[in-house]
């Protein structure tokens, strides 16, 4: 039985070929794109699933409330920790780490050095308690107890000491910085599965105790904080959150600052579970350099991939649908020799089940192209390789279970309500199917296709919007270079600047801190004072000297520019100038703020511009005179461009020369604008894909419809094409109806992306117009993507010859 | 008594009107007859074959298929009953273009939940019988008119049914291939098996040895 089944459903799907093709490569897209993203997602919920009692394991957080804003860290300050150690109750392990950053380490076996190492931790042994490596020499319960220790992770062992036993590694000595002698205690295994915790060099807290270069380790201050100095804490195994909760909260009232809270500044510490570690924008999960994922970001994800996968399905149940009539008069003939109605939907779901394993076969080669689009959003050691653990294929095998139900279910109870009567006299079965339902599931496929469309284009305009707006100062021909942080003095870089300020193709010159717009951020709150009431104002600082505002083409509204750099005086941004009550530029000169008891006097105001991506609006801003921070901003004359490479050439010899350790780096402004919006870049790249995508599979889907219209309808047009019916006449009358779908398609899709798009927006204080020639020329273009795929088969079939098309009936 | 059907009446409404399609029908066929129905376009012969088939359903009147009152029962009794008892003939033969000749054959007794070796037996018997053994791999499209209807008859004597229901079974056929099965059909009915079929031709009915004439779905006394 299940044998003929599975040769009729070969010899029809064989028999339909084209057909059996839209269907199978349309279920395939949008389930290669549901495999990728799934697996994504799966990755990053993944994440340290495997430690023992990780339901008992949080990180210690600091959330800030302040007038402004809320602030999140994940760093703490440091004698929580010693609190914590001492006094708490409810707690099994307390376990700080420090992430630290040294310069080189040195193998003294061979004196052998290394630069930059990576993932260096400060920590101490409760870090093995609540971790459990496995471990390869040494022993978790004497790690890291006594000064000048470390343990080594098995790959940083390997690099260290190429080709020694984990035994022969034990005892040799590392040292740090040419100071820091430490000796190896101990090799563990790095974790195997996913996890965020890719230490491979523990160092024992104990070896800075005294240690004055890094005071921060034993840091006695309440209030700084740092965000390297992290906190992990294990509870005890009646996992007691609320009582520790309870201590960090007294310990965040005890040691809370008087002065700041009484000006609407707070502080808590608050207990972030092991499992939201991975997810969590608010706090990120070690340092920021590292790949981070954004639930927002897996969000958007899901939905695409959702809906792709959707209208893939859409597609499979149209397209089977359309498909199922045809299969009438067989149905009719198994009826009239004793076949039940439910043998019949078995035997269909069969079918369908043998079409939506081959979409998922092929979907596969799909979804390792689609990895490689999705590059920029795939975090490093995801593979398709994920897809062999039990739960994606648990979860792969349920997909297609579930997408054969809703495509072979509801066709094969349509047809096993036929009556064979009917079928067999040739009566049209079709009478009854007007294919209501298909004509809504088209609708909706466009509605899709539509809203991607509509917002590709309004993501575009948005970012194309962000990019080209004047930020309020110039951005072109504009270059800086950072200074070296380490073995600079002010004079070396003044007489690197003087050296550069020879280079012909130069023009201007200035040595500040940042540039106007940028990611990083240095403030201060001041207050001001007038008519007797105190106004308390955060500003952004901007530092420079005297060419840096001309440098920019910052226009001076008013007043002067500070006199030097000894002297603290301001020149302020119009928006600050309103913000304590100034609508005059002349007249807020020589008011004065007041910082730490000092009076700084306001001597000139200088017009608005962009501090950082036009997300933010234009905060209040004061300039100060001052290199300290010290990086060379040089603008190129601007209509030279040919020549920069030979202008950069030089600076970057000149550069040798005065700092032949250090690497150079050049960075050009207006770059630097357009990477504020990467992820707004990233955003459109998706959309890109998925549009197209969408556009693929739903036009796929058209042309499945149109197929099967014209078959219907064969009779109609060759009766149409005898009595007289012109080519274009019949092309009217057969694409009409489907052009009625996308209009109405597009009716819907307009209110919904717009709205959709309103939302995304909102994120940006500066933002584009939403055009309505931007949903006209969306809707067109789908219209007429759609008309081509109509015409070309309306053509074929208009075409063909009419006493043939009557015959065969 | 093969077949006994009483005052059946079929209708459909149309505008608000009844249009009978069968009309006070009394019918009783024994086993072993061969009857055949004739009448005009539209005075429902292959309604009254389809009712006798179960395929179709009637608004009134009694219908004893060997001795089982039909118009009592369940549709799962009644598709048992007519696959187990009657093998049905159609003018458009009606062969699954997707499978072969063989697999056409072994169809309904598949339906019929026979075993494998038993299906092969069978089909194996009903090829030699109608010589169609070198062709038991075609497809539908690959064989002639005559040669589908042979199928076509072959598929519907498989399952040893009581009753064969033919429906114009030579209509799309040229008058030799007609002939052909006519004779194969007198040959059936010497061997026991009782046949109705539908006919235009007055020299096909009188292969039969009942002749049955409608006229607006009415029996004409003859």
Same mark, same amino acid.
């Given at each position: 039985?299940?044998?003929?089944?599975?040769?009729?459903?070969?010899?029809?799907?064989?028999?339909?070929?084209?057909f059996?093709?839209i269907?199978?490569?349309g279920?395939?897209?949008?389930?290669?794109?549901?495999?990728?993203?799934?697996?994504?997602?799966?990755?990053?919920?993944?994440?340290?699933?495997?430690?023992?009692?990780?339901?008992?394991?949080?990180?210690?957080?600091?959330?800030?409330?302040?007038?402004?804003?809320?602030?999140?860290?994940?760093?703490?300050?440091?004698?929580?920790?010693?609190?914590?150690?001492?006094?708490?109750?409810?707690?099994?392990?307390?376990?700080?780490?420090?992430?630290?950053?040294?310069?080189?380490?040195?193998?003294?076996?061979?004196?052998?050095?290394?630069?930059?190492?990576?993932?260096?931790?400060?920590?101490? %042994?409760?870090?093995?308690?609540?971790?459990?490596?496995?471990?390869?020499?040494?022993?978790?319960?004497?790690?890291?107890?006594?000064?000048?220790?470390?343990?080594?992770?098995?790959?940083?062992?390997?690099?260290?000491?190429?080709?020694?036993?984990?035994?022969?590694?034990?005892?040799?000595?590392?040292?740090?910085?040419?100071?820091?002698?430490?000796?190896?205690?101990?090799?563990?295994?790095?974790?195997?599965?996913?996890?965020?915790?890719?230490?491979?060099?523990?160092?024992?807290?104990?070896?800075?105790?005294?240690?004055?270069?890094?005071?921060?380790?034993?840091?006695?201050?309440?209030?700084?904080?740092?965000?390297?100095?992290? #906190?992990?804490?294990?509870?005890?195994?009646?996992?007691?959150?609320?009582?520790?909760?309870? %201590?960090?909260?007294?310990?965040?009232?005890?040691?809370?600052?008087?002065?700041?809270?009484?000006?609407?500044?707070?502080?808590?510490?608050?207990?972030?579970? @092991?499992?939201?570690?991975?997810?969590?924008?608010?706090?990120?999960?070690?340092?920021?350099?590292?790949?981070?994922?954004?639930?927002?970001?897996?969000?958007?994800?899901?939905?695409?991939? @959702?809906?792709?996968?959707?209208l893939?399905?859409i597609n499979?149940?149209n397209l089977?649908t359309a498909q199922?009539?045809?299969?009438?008069?067989?149905?009719?003939?198994?009826?009239?020799?004793?076949?039940?109605?439910?043998?019949?939907?078995?035997?269909?779901?069969?079918?369908?089940?043998?079409?939506?394993?081959?979409?998922?076969?092929?979907? +596969?080669?799909?979804?390792?192209?689609?990895?490689?689009?999705?590059?920029?959003?795939?975090?490093?050691?995801?593979? #398709?390789?994920?897809?062999?653990?039990? $739960?994606?294929? +648990?979860?792969?095998?349920?997909?297609?279970?579930?997408?054969?139900?809703?495509? =072979?279910?509801?066709?094969? #109870?349509?047809?096993?309500?036929?009556?064979?009567?009917?079928?067999?006299?040739?009566?049209?079965?079709l009478?009854?199917d007007k294919g209501r339902l298909r004509k809504y599931l088209t609708v909706f496929q466009f509605v899709i296709a539509q809203?991607?469309?509509?917002?590709?284009?309004?993501?575009?305009?948005?970012?194309?919007?962000?990019?080209?707006?004047? $930020?309020?100062?110039?951005?072109?021909?504009?270059?800086?270079?950072?200074?070296?942080?380490?073995?600079?003095? @002010?004079?070396?870089?003044?007489?690197?600047?003087?050296?550069?300020?020879?280079?012909?193709?130069?023009?201007?010159?200035?040595?500040?801190?940042?540039?106007?717009?940028?990611?990083?951020?240095?403030?201060?709150?001041?207050?001001?004072?007038?008519?007797?009431?105190?106004?308390?104002?955060?500003?952004?600082?901007?530092?420079?000297?005297?060419?840096?505002?001309?440098?920019?083409?910052?226009?001076?509204?008013?007043?002067?520019?500070?006199?030097?750099?000894?002297?603290?005086?301001?020149?302020?941004?119009?928006?600050?100038?309103?913000?304590?009550?100034?609508?005059?530029?002349?007249?807020?000169?020589?008011?004065?703020?007041?910082?730490?008891?000092?009076?700084?006097?306001?001597?000139?105001?200088?017009?608005?511009?962009?501090?950082?991506?036009?997300?933010?609006?234009?905060?209040?801003?004061?300039?100060?005179?001052?290199?300290?921070?010290?990086?060379?901003?040089?603008?190129?004359?601007?209509?030279?461009?040919?020549?920069?490479?030979?202008?950069?050439?030089?600076?970057?010899?000149?550069?040798?020369?005065?700092?032949?350790?250090?690497?150079?780096?050049?960075?050009?402004?207006?770059?630097?604008?357009?990477?504020?919006?990467?992820?707004? %870049?990233?955003?459109?790249?998706?959309?890109?894909?998925?549009?197209?995508?969408a556009i693929l599979i739903s036009c796929l889907g058209l042309l499945g419809l149109v197929i099967h219209t014209t078959e219907r309808r064969t009779?109609e047009i060759?009766?149409r094409?005898?009595? =007289?019916?012109?080519i274009l006449q019949l092309n009217l009358l057969l694409g009409k109806e489907f052009m009625l779908l996308v209009g109405f398609a597009f009716v819907v899709a307009?209110?919904?992306?717009?709205?959709? $798009?309103?939302?995304?927006?909102?994120?940006?204080?500066?933002?584009?117009?939403?055009?309505?020639?931007?949903? #006209?020329?969306?809707g067109v273009s789908l219209m007429i993507i759609a008309l081509a795929v109509i015409s070309i088969r309306i053509f074929a079939t208009a075409?063909?010859?009419?006493?043939?098309?009557?015959?065969?009936? | 008594? +093969?077949?006994?059907?009483?005052?059946?009446?079929?209708?459909?409404?149309?505008?608000?009107?009844?249009?009978?399609?069968?009309?006070?029908?009394?019918?009783?066929?024994?086993?072993?007859?061969?009857?055949?129905?004739?009448?005009?376009?539209?005075?429902?012969?292959?309604?009254?074959?389809?009712?006798?088939?179960?395929?179709?359903?009637?608004?009134?009147?009694?219908?004893?298929?060997?001795?089982?009152?039909?118009?009592?029962?369940?549709?799962?009794?009644?598709?048992?009953?007519?696959?187990?008892?009657?093998?049905?003939?159609?003018?458009?033969?009606?062969?699954?273009?997707?499978?072969?000749?063989?697999?056409?054959?072994?169809?309904?007794?598949?339906?019929?939940?026979?075993?494998?070796?038993?299906?092969?037996?069978?089909?194996?018997?009903?090829?030699?019988?109608?010589?169609?053994?070198?062709?038991?791999?075609?497809?539908?499209?690959?064989?002639?008119?005559?040669?589908?209807?042979?199928?076509?008859?072959?598929?519907?004597?498989?399952?040893?049914?009581?009753?064969?229901?033919?429906?114009?079974?030579?209509?799309?056929?040229?008058?030799?291939?007609?002939?052909?099965? $006519?004779?194969?059909?007198?040959?059936?009915?010497?061997?026991?098996?009782?046949?109705?079929?539908?006919?235009?031709?007055?020299?096909?009915?009188?292969?039969?040895?009942?002749?049955?004439?409608?006229?607006?779905?009415?029996?004409?006394?003859?």
């Amino acid at each position: 039985m299940y044998k003929t089944y599975l040769k009729i459903a070969f010899r029809s799907i064989w028999k339909s070929k084209t057909f059996s093709l839209i269907n199978v490569i349309g279920l395939s897209i949008g389930l290669s794109a549901a495999f990728v993203i799934g697996i994504m997602i799966y990755y990053d919920l993944t994440f340290d699933t495997f430690h023992a009692d990780k339901d008992r394991i949080y990180r210690v957080v600091v959330d800030t409330q302040t007038p402004e804003q809320e602030g999140h860290s994940k760093g703490v300050p440091v004698p929580l920790i010693e609190s914590l150690q001492a006094y708490s109750t409810g707690i099994d392990h307390v376990a700080p780490f420090f992430l630290f950053g040294f310069d080189k380490v040195t193998v003294e076996s061979g004196l052998k050095e290394f630069d930059w190492p990576e993932d260096v931790v400060i920590a101490d %042994q409760e870090y093995f308690q609540i971790f459990k490596y496995q471990w390869l020499a040494g022993s978790s319960n004497t790690a890291l107890e006594n000064p000048y220790e470390v343990i080594l992770s098995k790959s940083r062992a390997e690099k260290y000491f190429p080709g020694k036993l984990p035994e022969e590694v034990i005892g040799n000595t590392l040292i740090y910085e040419d100071s820091l002698v430490v000796k190896v205690t101990g090799i563990v295994a790095e974790f195997e599965e996913r996890s965020d915790f890719t230490f491979k060099e523990f160092l024992s807290r104990e070896s800075f105790r005294n240690s004055e270069k890094y005071g921060y380790i034993y840091d006695t201050s309440w209030g700084s904080i740092n965000s390297s100095t992290q #906190l992990f804490i294990k509870t005890d195994k009646f996992n007691s959150k609320v009582a520790v909760q309870a %201590q960090l909260d007294a310990l965040a009232e005890v040691h809370k600052n008087e002065e700041m809270a009484a000006l609407g500044y707070f502080r808590s510490f608050n207990l972030q579970p @092991l499992k939201s570690l991975h997810l969590n924008d608010n706090y990120g999960v070690f340092d920021n350099s590292s790949y981070r994922a954004s639930a927002d970001v897996l969000f958007g994800l899901g939905f695409i991939a @959702l809906f792709l996968l959707l209208l893939g399905c859409i597609n499979f149940i149209n397209l089977n649908t359309a498909q199922s009539t045809k299969r009438a008069k067989e149905i009719g003939i198994r009826k009239t020799l004793g076949s039940s109605k439910k043998q019949l939907v078995i035997q269909y779901l069969g079918e369908t089940f043998i079409l939506t394993l081959a979409a998922a076969i092929l979907s +596969l080669f799909f979804a390792s192209l689609l990895l490689r689009v999705f590059a920029d959003f795939i975090p490093p050691g995801l593979s #398709l390789d994920l897809l062999k653990s039990p $739960m994606v294929i +648990l979860a792969l095998v349920l997909l297609l279970i579930l997408i054969t139900f809703l495509a =072979g279910f509801y066709p094969g #109870l349509v047809l096993s309500q036929f009556k064979p009567v009917a079928v067999l006299k040739n009566q049209s079965v079709l009478d009854g199917d007007k294919g209501r339902l298909r004509k809504y599931l088209t609708v909706f496929q466009f509605v899709i296709a539509q809203v991607f469309i509509i917002a590709t284009l309004l993501v575009g305009k948005q970012i194309n919007y962000l990019v080209n707006k004047d $930020m309020g100062f110039k951005t072109e021909s504009i270059a800086y270079i950072r200074a070296p942080s380490v073995n600079t003095s @002010l004079e070396k870089y003044e007489a690197f600047k003087e050296v550069i300020k020879a280079v012909p193709e130069v023009k201007k010159l200035s040595i500040a801190g940042d540039p106007p717009a940028s990611e990083s951020y240095s403030g201060r709150g001041v207050s001001y004072f007038s008519e007797g009431k105190e106004t308390h104002v955060q500003l952004q600082l901007l530092y420079g000297d005297e060419n840096y505002l001309d440098l920019y083409g910052i226009a001076l509204l008013t007043g002067r520019l500070p006199l030097n750099d000894s002297i603290s005086e301001y020149v302020i941004n119009e928006t600050l100038m309103r913000q304590i009550g100034f609508q005059n530029p002349e007249e807020v000169i020589g008011q004065q703020f007041k910082v730490n008891n000092k009076n700084i006097p306001i001597v000139g105001v200088m017009e608005d511009f962009n501090q950082s991506s036009l997300r933010e609006k234009i905060d209040p801003m004061a300039f100060i005179q001052d290199t300290q921070n010290s990086t060379l901003h040089f603008s190129f004359q601007a209509n030279d461009t040919e020549n920069w490479p030979l202008a950069i050439d030089k600076i970057q010899t000149q550069w040798k020369e005065f700092f032949p350790e250090e690497t150079f780096n050049i960075n050009f402004v207006d770059e630097d604008v357009r990477k504020f919006y990467s992820q707004e %870049q990233r955003t459109a790249t998706l959309l890109k894909w998925a549009t197209g995508l969408a556009i693929l599979i739903s036009c796929l889907g058209l042309l499945g419809l149109v197929i099967h219209t014209t078959e219907r309808r064969t009779k109609e047009i060759g009766i149409r094409k005898v009595l =007289g019916a012109s080519i274009l006449q019949l092309n009217l009358l057969l694409g009409k109806e489907f052009m009625l779908l996308v209009g109405f398609a597009f009716v819907v899709a307009v209110p919904v992306s717009w709205w959709g $798009m309103n939302i995304w927006l909102q994120d940006f204080a500066y933002k584009t117009a939403l055009s309505w020639w931007v949903f #006209l020329l969306s809707g067109v273009s789908l219209m007429i993507i759609a008309l081509a795929v109509i015409s070309i088969r309306i053509f074929a079939t208009a075409n063909t010859n009419p006493v043939k098309s009557l015959r065969t009936e | 008594m +093969l077949i006994q059907l009483s005052n059946i009446f079929k209708w459909v409404q149309q505008g608000g009107r009844r249009v009978f399609l069968l009309k006070d029908i009394n019918l009783e066929v024994e086993e072993g007859a061969f009857i055949s129905i004739m009448g005009p376009s539209g005075s429902g012969k292959s309604t009254l074959l389809n009712v006798i088939g179960m395929l179709d359903v009637f608004d009134e009147g009694k219908y004893n298929f060997m001795d089982e009152p039909v118009h009592q029962l369940k549709e799962k009794h009644r598709s048992a009953l007519y696959k187990e008892s009657i093998g049905f003939v159609f003018q458009a033969y009606h062969l699954i273009d997707e499978l072969t000749v063989y697999e056409n054959l072994e169809m309904p007794l598949l339906y019929k939940k026979f075993v494998g070796s038993e299906r092969k037996a069978l089909v194996a018997d009903m090829l030699d019988r109608f010589n169609m053994v070198g062709k038991k791999d075609l497809f539908p499209s690959q064989l002639s008119g005559g040669q589908q209807q042979l199928v076509g008859v072959a598929r519907a004597l498989i399952g040893k049914p009581k009753l064969i229901l033919a429906d114009e079974p030579t209509g799309n056929l040229n008058s030799k291939q007609g002939e052909e099965i $006519m004779a194969l059909f007198k040959q059936l009915n010497k061997e026991g098996v009782t046949i109705i079929q539908v006919t235009h031709s007055e020299k096909n009915a009188a292969y039969g040895n009942k002749v049955i004439h409608l006229l607006d779905g009415r029996m004409e006394k003859k």
